[in-house]
């Protein structure tokens, strides 16, 4: 799990999925609680601990949820063949536009979500719409 300060910006930064989220056990955010230590992550244990002004950290398994469909079982594996040609695929366009902007798969994967589903790509410190 990415808890880095990059990652934790973008998430921050990435009002659209930030937006309507429910937080579930398991869950890893930022929550600051210190001003002091403005870095402090938390897993949720319960749906109630998240209180405040807290930043959701998605996991890479919830990335991926929110660009595949809900199908039928028999349509799963080829449904993530088709998710994995396409990441693959965005992942070298992306190298060549940001060079080393990511440093984990939850960023890639953040890059990929953005992108496909609300039209932005990250310039390392804002999501900006893609023109």
Partial sequence: MDLSPEYIKMCEKAKEIQKGHKFVEGDYVQQIIDPDDPAQVFMIHHENDAFGDVVWLP?????????????????????????????????????????????????????????????????????????
Avoid at 78 to 101: C, D, G, P, Q
């Fill in 59 to 131: 996991r890479q398994d919830e990335l991926q949820a929110m660009v595949t469909k809900k199908h039928d079982e028999k349509f799963k594996a080829l449904e993530w063949v088709e998710v994995l040609e396409a990441l693959i695929a965005y992942y070298e366009s992306m190298k060549e536009k940001t060079l080393n902007l990511t440093q984990s798969w939850e960023q890639v994967w953040l890059f990929y979500v953005m992108e496909e589903k609300f039209n932005k790509s990250w310039d390392g410190e804002e999501w900006r719409p893609i023109t």
